[in-house]
């Protein structure tokens, strides 16, 4: 298990972009088969924002996030990125970055980190 960190997050007004990183620390992605983005909005249960299958490089999205959010990765640098634009309020939440050892239809994920909060101000 390589310990993941959450990092970008911050406060933005609406309509505006954040780009958030997770870092494999210590270590590389490689040894997973799915990389994801969930978020935690206050009072509401975690939700998927996006994933990434490592082998095969093609991303899923959330039906709220889709053309707004890109998730991309850079293999020399272990890390993963979440590129938001034309942010919403409804954006607001903790992004957590996570990882599964095998791809799971219902982007089950063993590994989390320890996330990172985002605010979109109206």
């Known amino acids: 298990q390589v310990p993941l960190v959450e990092s970008g997050g911050g406060l933005v007004q609406a309509g505006g972009s954040l780009r958030l990183s997770c870092v494999a620390s210590?270590?590389?992605?490689?040894?997973?088969?799915?990389v994801g983005w969930f978020r935690q909005a206050p009072g509401k249960e975690r939700e998927f924002v996006s994933a990434?299958?490592?082998?095969?490089?093609?991303?899923h999205y959330a039906d709220s996030v889709k053309g707004r959010f890109t998730i991309s990765r850079d293999n020399a640098k272990n890390t993963v990125y979440l590129q938001m634009n034309s942010l919403k309020p409804e954006d607001t939440a903790v992004y957590y970055c996570?990882?599964?050892?095998?791809?799971?239809?219902?982007?089950?994920?063993?590994?989390w980190g320890k996330g990172t909060l985002v605010t979109v101000s109206s």
């Open positions: 996570a990882a599964a050892t095998r791809i799971r239809v219902d982007y089950s994920m063993d590994y």
């Open positions: 990434i299958y490592w082998s095969i490089d093609n991303p």
């Open positions: 210590g270590g590389t992605f490689s040894g997973y088969a799915m």
